[in-house]
């Protein structure tokens, strides 16, 4: 009901859709980004929706209780528990956590992160998304909402090289033209940024 309702509003606010041909893969990590305002949630779920590729996000167990999960668990949620694990009081990193939603998906899992991590300005953007992407053996999709031009979907697939910086110049680059909701709380990784 919640996606269907995302849907219905991205059609109705004249949003077009890019990309379908890169939406063939069924196991991959998917940036959402520029990730400026709540309203890129609501857009890129309906975006992906319309790519017939459903994406799913982590969230908290807690967030994963009644009533709440009524919203979440349609939309995509998946509950991971980041209480410790053994009696050391140690616990996975979230990217080990996030790796194992993938081996617990063996078909299919296209799960969306926001490497920026706020909706404020962030120099220094999560790598974590890509230490997923090599873990997992899966690719990256570069999801994307340009407010400019009302068009939202897949700009382009990286197979992670494993050469980080080559890899992170690539995507920064992409996100380069991409226009959020609200510039002025968007920044890019400024340590991919190739001077002009």
């Known amino acids: 009901m ?38 890129d949630f609501v857009y890129t779920l309906a975006a992906f929706d319309l790519l017939g590729l459903p994406l799913r996000f982590t ?20 509950a991971i528990d980041r209480r410790p694990r053994d009696e050391t009081g140690d616990r996975p990193s979230m990217v080990d956590v996030m790796i194992e939603l993938f081996d617990d998906h063996p078909d299919e899992l296209a799960l969306v992160v926001t490497p920026e991590a706020t909706r404020s300005p962030n120099p220094r953007w999560k790598s974590g998304f890509y230490h997923v992407a090599r873990g997992a053996g899966v690719p990256i999709l570069l999801g994307y909402l340009d ?24 995507i920064t680059e992409f996100y380069r033209s991409v226009t959020p909701r609200y510039p002025e709380r968007f920044m890019l990784d400024q340590r991919f940024v190739d001077s002009r």
Request: proline letters at 5%.
């Open 2 to 39: 919640i996606v269907r309702f995302c849907t219905e509003l991205f059609k109705a606010q004249g949003w077009t859709l890019r990309g379908e041909q890169l939406t063939t893969h069924r196991r991959c990590v998917v940036i959402g980004a520029p990730h400026t305002s709540n309203w």
């Open 59 to 78: 969230i908290k167990r807690e967030w994963m209780r009644f009533p709440f999960n009524l919203l979440i668990e349609p939309a995509g949620g998946l």
């Open 147 to 170: 407010y400019a031009k009302k068009e939202a979907g897949v700009g382009k697939v990286i197979e992670p090289s494993g050469d980080f910086e080559a890899d992170m110049r690539e």
